[in-house]
């Protein structure tokens, strides 16, 4: 069921980056991915802005990196435990038989972030009581599979988003970082990863002792 079970790629704008000293979500954006040929599954966009509950507590340089979506966030921003609850609903909407090994696999850029704000502020605003309540899987994370790839690569100086985007052809529309375009320049990244692997598996051969 593994190789059938659909994607996730998810991306968070937040306040900061410490969810104890009380750092929010700003905005989460999430597309679903095909599981065969890691297209987009059309119709599948989430997007939602979270109004801030601590404001004093943000960080300004997350304010400055993220100003757009901070403002938003502030101007139509919704209650978080409801933001929250509707994005584990909408993740339990792409598992393919509805039990727990099915669950769509969490994607996204450098996933041990977002994923740590998003269950911090799950369990904080009781949207879910354990770990088996949420509804989305284990992690694949293209930072991780990016460094796999170009970590010998000497012309690249870092493994920011933008700059391997920049490797295999992507660019940023937006100066300003929003959620939902990170998610679809990441799900574009991950699927070219992806089947280049698949490329790579079907004429190359993994030994021992290499």
């Known amino acids: 069921f593994m190789n059938k079970s659909n994607f996730l ?3 968070t704008e937040t306040s900061g980056t410490d969810p104890i000293a009380g750092h929010e979500i700003t905005q989460i954006a999430a597309v679903a991915l095909e599981p065969s040929s890691f297209e987009e599954i059309p119709g599948s966009a989430f ?21 757009g979506s901070w403002e938003r966030a502030n101007k139509e921003g919704i209650d978080p435990k409801v933001a929250l609850a509707e994005f584990n609903k909408w993740c339990r909407k792409w598992n393919i038989s509805g039990k727990p090994w099915t669950k ?3 994607g996204g850029f450098n996933t041990d972030f977002d994923r740590k704000m998003v269950t911090y502020w799950m369990r904080y605003y009781k949207v879910v009581n354990n770990e088996e309540e949420y509804e989305f899987g284990n992690p694949i994370d293209t930072m991780g599979l990016s460094f796999g790839l170009f970590e010998s690569d000497p ?3 870092n493994f920011k988003l933008d700059t391997i985007g920049k490797i295999v052809g992507l660019e940023r ?10 998610v679809r320049m990441t799900a574009q990244l991950f699927r070219r990863i992806m089947l280049f ?3 790579c598996r079907s004429k190359l051969k993994i030994v021992a002792n290499e």
């Open 197 to 199: 692997m698949r490329r």
């Open 155 to 157: 012309n690249v100086k």
């Open 173 to 182: 529309q937006e100066s300003s970082h929003d959620a939902l375009e990170d």
């Open 9 to 11: 790629i998810i991306d």
């Open 104 to 106: 769509a696999r969490w």
């Open 47 to 67: 997007q939602c802005f979270l109004k801030p509950q601590f404001p004093e507590k943000a960080s300004p340089e997350a304010i400055e990196i993220a100003k």
